[in-house]
């Protein structure tokens, strides 16, 4: 048809390899060979070996052309970008995988993040692309993972490891339910421009942007004024009006969240909590942010046990034995007093901050 433009994605049937194709729906086990290595095995006896290597969420084409390269002479073309980035080469003949993790490891390529291992971190767009952003994500995410590279690369962890990263709290990362989420967050509210608002935003509109309700008409500048006791900095209303910005250099940066699973595996799936209510921007490599996220990773991989993911963890042992274990101070910003919070406030009369927790 002439007039149609939006084909959609093509059928993911159509790009399988043939082994998943002769398998489909009727595998029989899989197993993890190595750190980064996966292998399936289908009722036939058939095999497929999964390749595993980190990359980066902003690529370039030439980039994409070299590992074709490499997928078309390993693995007849096979690959695909997991839901966190990763790359997976896949490969149905045994004797090509040790040749591929060869050629890989020569060019360079991290292989890793399969099994009780940090795998690569989903994260947004940040400053690069975004408007609302309060910190970056490609360059926070690249400072964290040199850093714990060690954990991408082996399995010295009791358990997967999901770290995330979203440059503000719309979290379009959805860092809600992560081990580790990394939110870049505003601390103040937007400074109007009123010759902005007046020239190119609805009013209207922009009001009803604002989830709690904080901006009003300002009849005199034929404006917008914002109640700051009201704004929660979410930059909604910036989205809506080029006159409304809240990026700061001094007011925005990370905070810290933990405990978080989609995993209904053993326990249900967990939001995140927050922890360290605020870090600075410090680019290029954040160093305050990275010294964080080792710190809950390696105590929690200290004192977790077997399979233990952090937040199950964390509930075993309790949030104040956390809090006690890590160092990290447990703040005033920590709990959560937002009108609509009423459902999550923890009123139970048994909780207590004392010696007999620390000792569970
Ligand atoms: Fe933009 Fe916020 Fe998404 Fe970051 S998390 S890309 S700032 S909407
Ligand atoms: Fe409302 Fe969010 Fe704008 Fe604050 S930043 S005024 S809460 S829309």
Not at 92 to 111: P, R, T
Not at 327 to 342: E, R, Y
């Amino acid at each position: 048809m002439a007039s149609r433009t939006d084909f959609g994605p093509p059928n993911y049937k159509d790009m399988l390899p043939p082994v998943i194709v002769k398998n489909y729906g009727q595998w029989k086990y899989h197993e993890r060979v190595k750190p980064g290595v996966l292998k399936h095995v289908g009722e036939s006896g058939d095999e497929l070996y999964t390749v595993r290597v980190g990359s980066g969420r902003l690529v370039s084409t030439d980039w994409i052309r070299d590992v074709c390269d490499i997928a078309e002479k390993f693995c007849d073309g096979h690959l695909r970008f997991t839901s966190r980035h990763n790359l997976e080469f896949l490969v149905s003949d045994k004797e090509q995988v040790e040749s591929l993790i060869a050629h890989l490891k020569e060019q360079g390529f991290a292989i890793g993040g399969t099994g009780h291992s940090i795998s690569n971190p989903v994260h947004t767009q940040g400053w690069i692309h975004c408007h609302t952003a309060a910190t970056d994500a490609s360059g926070i995410v690249k400072a964290v993972m040199d850093d714990l590279f060690e954990y991408f690369t082996d399995w010295k962890l009791p358990a997967y490891c999901r770290i995330s990263l979203a440059c503000c709290l719309n979290m379009c990362g959805a860092v809600h339910c992560s081990d580790i989420a990394i939110l870049g967050i505003h601390r103040k509210p937007p400074a109007i421009n009123h010759d902005i608002v007046r020239a190119k935003c609805e009013i209207p509109n922009v009001i009803a942007a604002c989830p709690t309700g904080a901006i009003r008409p300002d009849p005199k500048e034929k404006s917008l004024i914002v109640n700051e006791e009201k704004c929660m900095y979410c930059g909604n209303c910036y989205t809506m009006c080029p006159g409304m910005p809240l990026a700061d250099p001094i007011g925005d940066g990370v905070s810290i969240w933990v405990g978080g699973k989609i995993s209904s595996a053993r326990t249900p799936p967990k939001f995140s909590r927050l922890v360290i209510p605020f870090l600075p921007n410090n680019p290029p490599r954040w160093p305050e942010v990275t010294d964080a996220v080792r710190n809950i990773v390696e105590t929690w991989a200290k004192h977790a046990r077997k399979h233990e993911r952090m937040g199950e963890w964390i509930e075993r042992i309790g949030w104040e034995r956390f809090f006690d274990l890590s160092g990290i101070p447990f703040t005033v910003q920590l709990i959560d007093d937002f009108t609509l919070a009423t459902e999550t406030f923890r009123s139970t009369p048994t909780f207590k901050w004392s010696e007999v927790n620390h000792e569970r």
